[in-house]
């Protein structure tokens, strides 16, 4: 099953707000309704964004209306992943050409992740296997399975493809605050593919690679930079001095959609900040409220009712929230991409 695609007419997607509780497929018919999906995290991942992307100006070609105020919609909903922009400018390249050339070449982005990722899986998998010795046990944070791509993924491509070679030891998911990325929805695809793992909470990774429980970090990226600056998910940074601490390899896998050559490094990338309620409404995305409701039946139901006007939950003051960090080129073994294995530690460049 594909994350996201394109089906008679409009865009489909897992919502990924809604897992692991349901697996639902939101069919989307307006670009309105694509940007308010991709706000909310409903798709997210910086492949699936940048399919997204695309699919949302194929949207646009196909229905009236002013197709240059939906492309800069569509190209802002996010900031932070390259992908998203980038599948929008490929896909509005081809507005003069009709609607039919917007959609093939919204489906080439598909495309192309989709190869992509079966390349990465393969070449991720070589390089954890050569260097973090026989049968390690992987830590990865945040999501980069299927669900962040179309499919496959990612880092947790690689590591999947380790598990079908039966070469993998363990795996580590930290849990990834605020949305619990890793603990939701890793946890969800490693249980779907029969790969054995513990969800780490999300303080433990530099702990527990210190105490000798992790062989090798592996983790994907939202915007890698001209100088080899990663930008990921937030607590990627301190997983990166925990593993150079412990002296264990830091790998990054990303598709080469994802390298951005004309950002030259990690200072100059917007980190969206996602605000003070996401933080302080228990960790649950709005949209699982109502199930906690009906699945509780202890006095937490009273902690979860709206009060005041504020989000169920959310306590008194306000929070910092930056859903990305920026890991320093020097703290990354290697970066896997499609066409290439870069080794940051060997001096090479992007
Ligand atoms: O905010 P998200 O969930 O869109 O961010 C995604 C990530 O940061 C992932 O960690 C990732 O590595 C990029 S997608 C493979």
Not at 20 to 25: A, I, Q, S
Not at 32 to 60: K, N, S, T, Y
Not at 219 to 238: E, F, H, M, P, S
Request: glycine fraction near 10%.
């Amino acid at each position: 099953m594909r994350t996201i695609d394109w089906v008679d007419g409009a865009v489909e997607l897992i919502d990924q707000t809604a897992l692991p509780g349901r697996l639902t497929v939101l069919r989307l018919d307006t670009v309105d309704e694509l940007v308010a999906a991709i706000q909310r995290l409903a798709v997210r991942g910086a492949p699936a964004l940048g399919v997204a992307g695309a699919l949302g100006v194929a949207l646009a070609a196909h229905r009236p209306g002013d197709t240059t105020a939906a492309v800069h919609l569509l190209e802002h909903a996010r900031p932070t992943a390259v992908n998203l922009a980038r599948g929008v400018r490929r896909a509005a390249a081809r507005l003069p050409e009709g609607a039919d050339a917007v959609l093939a070449e919204a489906l080439t982005v598909r495309d192309e992740e989709i190869a992509a990722s079966a390349a990465m899986a393969n070449l991720g998998a070589d390089l954890l296997a050569e260097l973090c010795g026989e049968r390690p046990r992987l830590l990865t944070h945040c999501n980069t399975g299927a669900l962040a791509a179309v499919v496959g993924g990612t880092a947790l491509g690689a590591v999947l493809e380790l598990h079908r070679r039966d070469a993998l030891g363990a795996v580590l998911a930290s849990e990834t605050r605020p949305l619990l990325q890793g603990a939701r929805l890793t946890a969800w695809e490693l249980g779907r593919a029969g790969v054995p793992y513990r969800v780490a909470v999300d303080g433990a990774g530099p702990f527990l690679m210190a105490r000798g429980e992790v062989d090798g970090v592996v983790l994907g990226a939202d915007r890698i930079c001209a100088n080899g600056d990663v930008i990921n998910k937030i607590g990627t940074y301190a997983h990166a001095l925990g593993a150079r601490r412990a002296g264990i390899p830091f790998v990054v896998v990303a598709p080469e959609s994802t390298v951005d050559p004309d950002t030259a490094d990690g200072a100059q990338v917007e980190i969206e900040d996602r605000g003070a309620a996401e933080v302080l409404s228990y960790g649950h995305p709005p949209e699982q409220r109502d199930d906690l409701r009906e699945r509780d039946d202890s006095g937490e139901r009273d902690d979860l009712r709206e009060r005041d006007g504020r989000p169920a939950g959310v306590g008194a003051g306000d929070a910092v929230n930056p859903a990305f960090d920026v890991t320093p080129y020097e703290l990354v073994t290697a970066i896997v991409t499609e066409r290439r294995v870069i080794r940051l530690d060997r001096g090479e460049r992007v």
